[in-house]
């Protein structure tokens, strides 16, 4: 089953407490994605990578890190997480050849306190 | 760079009913537009997309029709039923392979039995 897969579900933890989200797909995708969703606020990109050892940028990166060692594998790092990124996080993966269909996984749900 | 105005942040319907979504972008170098469907405790699904050489896509009950003059696209659901409710978030993006998608902000439909 094509699957991107995220790990944990949820985390609460402490602020500044180094912490990294997991995410790895199945699908030979050359894209990988971060995204927060926050209330009103909808998805915004974190950062992405178009593939190994290829990353960049998105939306809003400060306070994260990520890396793709592996074409499956896209973890999101938090070196210090603070408040303000407790939010709902969701990977996602896209592009092979003919078809532009992003797979989101099932997201995981981090506070900060 | 782009940005995906959606509208309205809430629907609500009676089942049977139509439902419409509309959104609007800046960049006019936009040319892939895919809708997305998040059901409660999940991560976004692809519903249906339209590319910028076609005006109109139907897939059942679902159809969505673009109009770059005045760079708009809207989200057209016929027959609603209650397992339509979810968030529906349009977006927009200029590459070819679909990715670096920038999202509107969402709208929650209710479709009422």
């Known amino acids: 089953e094509a699957q991107v897969t995220q790990n944990p579900r949820y985390l609460i933890t402490v602020t500044g407490k180094k912490l990294t989200v997991t995410c790895s797909q199945n699908?030979?995708?050359?894209?990988m994605s971060w995204y927060r969703q926050d209330p009103g606020l909808g998805l915004r990109q974190i950062y992405y990578?178009?593939?190994?050892?290829?990353?960049d940028k998105g939306d809003v990166p400060e306070g994260y890190k990520v890396s793709r060692k592996e074409k499956r594998n896209f973890p999101l790092i938090l070196e210090s997480p603070s408040p303000n990124q407790t939010s709902l996080y969701f990977c996602a993966s896209s592009w092979e050849s003919g078809s532009t269909e992003a797979f989101f996984g099932q997201g995981t749900r981090l506070t900060v306190v | 760079g782009e940005n995906v105005e959606q509208h309205p942040s809430t629907l609500s319907v009676q089942e049977g009913d139509s439902a419409v979504i509309k959104c609007t972008y800046s960049?006019?170098?936009?040319?892939?537009f895919p809708w997305y469907k998040q059901e409660l405790g999940k991560g976004p699904q692809l519903i249906i997309d339209i590319r910028s050489n076609v005006g109109e896509k139907k897939d059942q009950r679902i159809a969505v029709t673009l109009n770059k003059t005045a760079k708009h696209f809207s989200l057209h659901i016929t027959e609603t039923q209650p397992e339509d409710s979810a968030v529906y978030f349009c977006a927009a993006s200029k590459d070819q392979a679909g990715t670096a998608l920038i999202f509107g902000k969402g709208t929650t439909l209710s479709v009422s039995s």
């Open positions: 699908m030979n995708h050359e894209y």
């Open positions: 960049d006019s170098a936009s040319n892939y």
């Open positions: 990578s178009m593939n190994v050892e290829v990353t």
